[in-house]
């Protein structure tokens, strides 16, 4: 079993930055691939970043590249995602999940985080 618990999301200007935290618990963590997803108001959810067990491959949703980066730190059990020039379009809420295999994909991603609201206003 694999708890998430999401935080650092809040109300920012367009243009303005936030990092996301996802704090995992379990020793387990470090086996694990990584991803975020986000879902806005009437809008599926959709996969944003993710990164592998050992944290040397990352994939990022084409609407993020080049402002998003996806890090994590196993001796802490985190995944972070730093998000800079943030735009209207990027306000939703935002989950962290864990995967047995790196993917894009919702129905890899066995654990899942509450969830942290982001808003960005224009």
């Known amino acids: 079993q694999v708890q998430l618990v999401e935080s650092g999301g809040g109300l920012v200007q367009a243009g303005g930055s936030l990092r996301l935290s996802c704090v995992a618990s379990?020793?387990?963590?470090?086996?694990?691939?990584m991803g975020w997803f986000r879902q806005a108001p009437g809008k599926e959810r959709e996969f944003v970043a993710a990164?592998?067990?050992?944290?040397?491959?990352?994939y990022y949703a084409d609407s993020v590249k080049g402002r998003f980066t996806i890090s994590r730190d196993n001796a802490k059990n985190t995944v972070y995602l730093q998000m800079n020039s943030l735009k209207p379009e990027d306000t939703a809420v935002y989950y962290c999940?864990?995967?047995?295999?790196?993917?894009?994909?919702?129905?890899?991603?066995?654990?899942w985080g509450q969830g942290t609201q982001v808003t960005v206003s224009s």
């Open positions: 990164i592998s067990w050992t944290g040397g491959t990352t």
């Open positions: 379990g020793r387990t963590f470090s086996s694990y691939a």
């Open positions: 999940a864990a995967a047995t295999y790196l993917s894009y994909g919702l129905g890899a991603y066995k654990y």
